[in-house]
Nanobody, 126 residues
Framework: QVQLVESGGGLVQAGGSLGLSCAASGRTSSLYAMGWFRQAPGKEREFVAAISWSGGNTYYKDSVKGRSAISRENAKNTVYLQMNSLKPEDTAVYYC???????????????????WGQGTQVTVSS
């Protein structure tokens, strides 16, 4: 099993920045990729960004491209999401996810992932 723990959420003004961290522990050697998803009240969980563990290839939701960056530190088994120019529509619970088996082969789909963190709240005030 893999345990994921997010941190870094909080309240920020529109236009501000926030950095999220996700630390993985356990059988981390099995991970193919890690990603970030978010879920706002009344909406489905949606993809934000992902990064392949070995190659470091990145994938982003269109609405966050250019103002967000996902990165990793393999030695620490940690993935980061730096978010800039935050907007009220970015308000959501952000979840870290780990892909342990490349079951579908599509990092944009939540069902691809096998491990999930507890979530961290990001609130962007207007």
């Amino acid at each position: 099993q893999v345990q994921l723990v997010e941190s870094g959420g909080g309240l920020v003004q529109a236009g501000g920045s926030l950095g999220l961290s996700c630390a993985a522990s356990g059988r981390t050697s099995s991970l193919y990729a890690m990603g970030w998803f978010r879920q706002a009240p009344g909406k489905e969980r949606e993809f934000v960004a992902a990064i392949s563990w070995s190659g470091g290839n990145t994938y982003y939701k269109d609405s966050v491209k250019g103002r967000s960056a996902i990165s990793r530190e393999n030695a620490k088994n940690t993935v980061y999401l730096q978010m800039n120019s935050l907007k009220p529509e970015d308000t959501a619970v952000y979840y870290c996810a780990g892909d342990g088996d490349l079951s579908i082969g599509n990092y944009y789909y939540s069902a691809e992932y096998d491990y999930w963190g507890q979530g961290t709240q990001v609130t962007v005030s207007s």
